[in-house]
């Protein structure tokens, strides 16, 4: 089986730093990707985690730590825009296109 | 192009009523897939086809049916669903075994009256 789990909530304010952890307990995966979901919106793609380590991309990066089953995002200089539903997801070794979510963190960004 | 159209984006029926969700993705995906959404939840993976035929089937009731005519497109046939059904639907595509990354659709808002 799968478990993926994020705090359910953050709050920060304009221009910080925020980091929304996900921690796994999964039998296996390819590596861990990063959806961004705005309120009526459809999640999109944010970043992808094959290896351990960080990745960057513009103001997102996003961390693996495959012996430690934790993985995180990373957002900086926060915008309004960034409010939104991050979800972290795995893609299962035993079966590739299966495709599994975490429990999403709500992200609300304040002036 | 990077993009996968569902249709329609709002749907309202009825217990007894039979309608159907489509999407369509001209990416040359190999693999595509229903999700359900909840409000204030994490998308819930349902079906995935894979190469046209089903791969997975999450212990979905009965009353979902899915249909992959040809590789662009899908179909979420409905049939006697429950208010508890009602829920964003979400349609998404992958390349398959090289892709890491899934596509989604803007998502059906469906409502079971």
């Known amino acids: 089986g799968q478990s993926l789990e994020q705090p359910s909530e953050v709050t920060a304010v304009e221009g910080a730093i925020v980091q929304i952890n996900c921690t796994y307990q999964?039998?296996?995966?390819?590596?861990l990707s990063w959806y961004q979901q705005h309120d009526g919106g459809a999640p999109t793609f944010l970043s992808y985690?094959?290896?351990?380590g960080l990745e960057e991309t513009g103001r997102f990066s996003s961390f693996l730590s495959r012996s430690d089953s934790y993985g995180y995002l990373l957002l900086q200089e926060l915008q309004m825009k960034d409010s939104a539903s991050y979800f972290c997801?795995?893609?299962?070794?035993?079966?590739?296109?299966?495709?599994?979510f975490g429990s999403g963190t709500k992200l609300n960004v304040k002036p | 192009d990077t993009e996968v159209t569902q249709t329609p984006k709002h749907l309202v029926m009825g217990m007894t009523n039979k309608k159907s969700l489509k999407c369509e993705q001209h990416?040359?995906?190999?693999?595509m897939y229903w999700y359900k959404q909840k409000a204030k939840k994490p998308p819930e993976l349902m079906f995935v086809?894979?190469?046209?035929?089903?791969?997975i089937n999450e212990s979905v009731p009965s009353r979902f049916s899915p249909e992959c005519p040809n590789s662009s497109l899908l179909n979420l046939h409905l049939h006697a669903l429950q208010p508890e059904d009602s829920a964003l639907y979400l349609c998404?595509?992958?390349?398959?075994?090289?892709?890491?990354?899934?596509?989604f659709g803007e998502g059906s808002w469906l409502t079971v009256v």
């Open positions: 998404a595509s992958s390349q398959g075994v090289s892709g890491n990354t899934i596509y």
């Open positions: 999964t039998s296996g995966f390819y590596g």
């Open positions: 985690n094959a290896l351990d």
């Open positions: 997801a795995v893609r299962r070794l035993d079966n590739f296109n299966k495709f599994y």
């Open positions: 990416m040359g995906h190999r693999a």
């Open positions: 086809y894979s190469y046209e035929k089903l791969s």
